[in-house]
């Protein structure tokens, strides 16, 4: 539970600079961070012979990020100690993508294994994204309609397995 504690903090402090640098003091995204839905996985990238593609963290390379200029990945070379910061598509669409997701993926051409601890800290469920005033001009400036975090991921999971057949909107009903 300390790791998990740990980078929870670590977000709400990313959270806080965020909230300053588009204009506010630093409880500005207090009212998500209640009860945030958070958890970490373990994800383990084996190497792969050298004409495979596979992704990175940590002291084995792999991490790339796509570049939308030159329509082309970038390595991100790992430095000891830091953590990699993706804010994620939901933020995404709270700055009315003020800040970006990036693209991205892992590709282990090393010869060794590769592990990562990627963290996803959504916020309350709850909580509705709408729009940050001061990322519009006026409000049909506004690209995204508000949803709550829990049917934004539910929307998520259902998008990302129905392409692969396992979620069948059809078959289901939302709880």
């Known amino acids: 539970m300390d790791y998990l504690n740990q980078v929870t ?19 500005y995204f207090d009212e998500i961070c209640t009860e945030p839905m958070a958890f970490y996985q373990l994800l383990h990238y084996p190497p ?7 992704l ?27 953590y990699v910061v993706h804010l994620g598509n ?7 993508d003020k800040y970006m997701s990036n693209v991205h993926r892992v590709i282990n051409r090393s010869d060794v294994d590769r592990y990562c601890i990627p963290f996803n800290y959504n916020g309350n469920l709850d909580f509705v994204i709408r729009c940050i005033d001061s990322c519009r001009a006026k409000p049909e400036d506004e690209k995204y309609a508000p949803i709550s975090v829990d049917d934004y991921i539910r929307q998520k999971y259902k998008d990302v397995y129905g392409r692969v057949g396992i979620y069948s909107v059809a078959e ?3 709880e």
Not at 48 to 54: I, K, S, T
Not at 90 to 96: A, E, K, S, T, V
Request: net charge negative.
């Open 56 to 82: 990175q963290r940590g002291d084995v390379p792999g991490l790339e990020v796509w570049d939308e200029e030159s329509q082309s990945y970038y390595p991100v070379s790992p430095i000891e100690g830091a």
């Open 9 to 27: 903090a670590l977000t709400e402090k990313v959270l806080q600079a965020i909230g300053v640098s588009l204009g506010y003091d630093e409880s």
């Open 48 to 54: 792969q012979p050298a004409d495979a593609d596979p």
């Open 172 to 174: 289901r009903v939302k």
């Open 90 to 96: 939901l933020f995404q669409q709270w700055p009315n």
